[in-house]
């Protein structure tokens, strides 16, 4: 029998140039640029493009509008249709856009071959007409929670946007692709978030914003508090990338197969939907609530140790040393005067006052999710929000590590090592026989 480590620790599976935690120094680097440097300086659609390609040239936008046409037809809030890669500088319509395949004949709707409008070729869901929204016309599907629509969403680009297989196109399509499904995925969460019983931003309202997070913020609520836009681009940074984690794993998985980018994208959703990974500040935010509401946090923290419950937002599989996102969030919750700041302060300090008395062997603290929570909250992220959140900050390294699987041109396919049974008759197990008597009367 092989000795595997439980859930695949410290197995390395992959080469890769886009991000590193440094475990024993509390460092996270995305192609060897330290995080402290980015988050507050610039914004999260530069990170993305950072991610994606190693420069700041590309950074992730909403489509621009295409003011000459309105191909698409009319869209969300009766705005005319938009085009082409969520890249800024990229126009669809009006020219080829990044990566564009040199076989296309003549530029279309998001540099579809021959002028053809995706909101016409059939498939479960068709184009929008919203910049944001494009290749979701016929969105949104409203379940109640945004990460599920988000989910939803993800997996219908392809027929929406016309998205073909990895395996059938060239890295820079890849790249074009990923950023408009990457922008979309963004307006889906904002739309969701607005809800129905608000009208749609007009889309050129949305333009306005002067980076993906300000469009964001502004199709989301119209006119957005610059603190809590300060609040959310300085978590998307953080959040965005941290290798090998199970979401990234997921998204690899699914590009190693030769899926379309928006498969890839919907199954890295799905991973994040278990409060392992990525639910983490939503519980943390309850401790502080609870904190709040009892005004002693170590007596608090006692209480949940010793009940036999985890502290969320304390500890991490990588780090040996606090968590440097940690640090950036904690800076950015004093800068911004969260309100919950210093009750936050309060529980972090009992909690690993506590951890060290009780487990002096081990080293555990702060993580990325407890002042996660803080800065969220403070931006006023409804709690059933925040793994939709962190799916949006995550996209930029689910992007980046979907183009390197791509170019990898490998399929993950690793082995089991077979523990059960040796080889028996079936007749031996029981309800054997049932099972003959009921095939032969069907």
Known sequence: MVTVNPGLAGVVAFDTEIAEPDRDGGALR????????????????????????????SPLTSPGLDEQSSAAGPGVGGQPGAVGPGVRGQSGAAGPGVGERPDAVGSGVGGRP??????????????????????????????????????AAAAALAPGLGLRPLIDISDAQAREDIARASAAMLAVVAASARGEELPPVPERRVAEGPDITSQFMIRWRGEPDPRHVAAID??????????????????????????????????????????????????ALGMVADVEKGGDARAYVKKVLDSGQRLMGFGHAVYRAEDPRA???????????????????????????????????????TNVEFWAAIVLDFAEVPVDMLAAMFTCARTAGWSAHIL???????????????????????????????AVKRHAMA
């Open 30 to 57: 995305y192609r060897g640029i330290d995080i402290r440097s980015l988050a507050g300086t610039v914004s999260y659609g530069d990170v993305w493009g950072l991610l994606a390609d190693g420069t700041f040239e």
């Open 114 to 151: 021959g002028g053809t409008d995706p909101a016409r070729v059939g498939g479960p869901a068709e184009l929008s007409g919203s910049a944001g929204l494009s290749g979701l016309r016929g969105w949104p599907l409203r379940t109640g929670d945004v990460r599920v629509d988000v989910q």
């Open 234 to 283: 300085r978590y998307w940074v953080c959040a965005a990338e941290h290798g090998m984690n199970a979401s990234t794993f997921t998204a690899r998985v699914v590009a190693s197969t030769g899926a379309d980018v928006g498969a890839c994208l919907s199954a890295a959703v799905a991973a994040i939907s278990g409060p392992l990974h990525g639910g983490a500040p939503a519980r």
């Open 327 to 365: 640090r950036i969030l904690r800076e950015a919750a004093r800068e911004l005067g969260a309100p919950r700041y210093e009750v936050a302060l309060e529980l972090e300090k009992a909690a690993l006052a506590e951890l060290r008395e009780r487990k002096p062997d081990r080293v555990l603290e």
């Open 404 to 434: 390197e699987q791509k170019r990898l041109a490998k399929i993950i396919r690793p082995s089991a090592d077979y523990v059960g049974p040796a080889e028996r008759s079936a007749a031996d197990l029981p309800g054997w026989e049932q």
